[in-house]
């Protein structure tokens, strides 16, 4: 079933990127962590984490652009945030349905 966690996966990316994802971009959800870090700074790049808090909307955002987080990196943090949400629970609902491998003899 490993399969079709990778072509869902692939299919999200396609939707986002317009274009059939080449080998540039790893597969699974490191794929994805890579599209969105490759468009942040790395001072941001924690923000794509689910459990990192993110800055308020008018505090200075954290890239260091002195523009308000709201204005600058926040569309692309939280867009990120979510793909990354929906790719993960797509992997856990194809783990889900994966049948229970038979015991080894
Ligand atoms: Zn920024």
Redesign the pocket.
Known sequence: MQHVAVHLHRIVLFKHLGRWPGPALAHGLAGIEQLYRSK??QS?HRFLEEEVALPSKNSP?????K?R?QR???NVVREGRGRLAEIRSLLARAAASRPSSPAKH
């Open positions: 942040l700074k941001v955002c954290p890239c260091g652009s523009a987080f600058c990196c926040r």
